[in-house]
């Protein structure tokens, strides 16, 4: 099946039945190598790592008294798992827990993991929090681009715009422009991300012109970071590289995916518009 006809048969632009009980088939996988092999790319051979956190609001199931039990729950996904899940599918499955009877939050927690795990095709890990527990809003650490004056005349990704200027650097940047689309329903998808990389120092105004390029760009968050990574990876070549775009929520869930060529993890930070 192509990226096309997987995408057009998931629910996302369906009109959908909500179900209140418990049903792990409303998860709907999306292979992650179906955007890279049309462009003639092994997914597998890219030179990046990292995983995608999920973070949903609106997580609730009942005890067996029949007592809601609400929770904020977080979903980390390894970026080398061959398939994402499609967010409309994820929030019908986390509704699915609403009207159903669970001995334990442990018994949720590890029902979640194994369906995730099987739908993703690896390992997902799950942490289930009160809403008792502090949340604290942070910002995401470097430089912020956004003040630069710019003339923009790109809205559709535009990687030329990437050029370095010789000297060698290791910097963290941010901005919160980024902008992209769902690819069916055409839903905004705001962003904010942060980019580290060791290297020849990367023009900030052609790297800001770039992300801003993506303002009209239709793909998954997943994909749009993928390509931010790797569009930076072959025209700017540093040394080494990490993307984290931190996504506003909708439907009661963000998606905030981290590439990166070293191997390590974010932190889970929540920003002022999450």
């Known amino acids: 099946m192509s990226e096309h006809e997987q995408v057009k048969a998931s629910p996302l632009g369906q009109e959908t039945l909500y179900a209140n009980r418990y049903d792990a088939s409303l998860l709907y996988p999306i292979a992650r190598d179906l955007s890279w092999e049309a462009k003639g790319v ?16 609106e997580v609730s199931w009942l005890d067996q008294g029949g007592k809601p039990i609400v929770r904020m729950a977080e979903f980390r996904i390894p970026a080398v798992s061959p398939n994402i899940v499609e967010s409309k599918s994820f929030k019908l499955y986390l509704n699915s827990f609403n009207l159903s009877r669970f001995d334990s939050e442990a018994q949720v927690k590890e029902r979640m993991q194994q369906d995730l795990s099987d739908v993703a095709g690896a390992p997902v890990e799950v942490l289930l929090t009160p809403l008792t527990a502090p949340v604290e ?13 710019l003339q923009v005349e790109h809205y559709t990704p535009a990687p030329e715009l990437l050029v370095t200027n010789g000297a060698v650097q290791e910097e963290t940047l941010v901005s919160h422009l980024l902008k992209s689309n769902c690819p069916v329903t055409g839903q905004p998808d705001w962003a904010s991300v942060q980019i580290r990389y060791r290297g020849a120092q990367i023009d900030h105004k052609g790297l800001l012109a770039y992300l801003i390029s993506y303002r009209e760009h239709g793909d998954f968050h997943e994909q749009c970071v993928e390509n931010i990574f790797m569009d930076i990876w072959q025209r700017c070549r540093p040394q080494k590289l990490s993307v984290y775009a931190r996504y506003v ?12 060529s070293i191997n390590d993890e974010p932190q889970n930070v929540r920003l002022s518009r999450q």
């Open 42 to 57: 092994k997914r597998a051979t890219l030179p990046f790592r990292g995983l995608d956190i999920w973070n949903a609001y």
């Open 137 to 149: 809003v942070m910002q995401l650490k470097g430089l912020c681009l956004d003040e630069l004056p």
């Open 249 to 260: 929520r909708r439907g009661g869930l963000d998606i905030n995916p981290y590439r990166s």
